[in-house]
């Protein structure tokens, strides 16, 4: 490849790249599964260049516990979140989690 061709490439995706549309925001909070939006979520918390969305301090304060090992779960589990019933479902009893807080404390020693 000569010094054209790998300009002609860089160009390519530097043009590429800009004109994609790459969601970087999770809007479904990946400790107890709430969908919302940016509006609507309690807080929020930038890690590896994406930006996660949470329902409220106490789900945020779980993941910022351990979020290397909170992705690493979540990309490796189909449902997309830890299924911890936090306290805004369990004062709106929306949704019942599997795990309780000291469960969710233990797998991310």
């Not at 969908?35 to 309690?42: I, L, R």
Request: contains cysteine; glycine residues 6%; proline residues 3%.
């Amino acid at each position: 490849m000569n010094d054209r061709s790998v300009f002609v490439v860089k160009i390519w995706l530097e043009t590429a790249a800009e004109e994609a549309i790459v969601p970087t925001t999770i809007t479904r909070d990946p400790i107890c599964g709430m969908e919302m939006d940016a509006e609507s979520a309690g807080s929020a918390y930038e890690y590896a260049g994406w930006t996660y969305l949470f329902c409220s301090t106490e789900c945020m304060e779980i993941f910022v516990r351990a979020p290397r090992e909170c992705v690493l779960y979540l990309a490796h589990n189909r449902s997309g979140h830890l299924g911890y019933a936090c306290e805004r479902q369990r004062s709106e009893r929306e949704w019942y989690g599997t795990l309780n807080k000291t469960e969710v404390k233990g797998l991310f020693r």
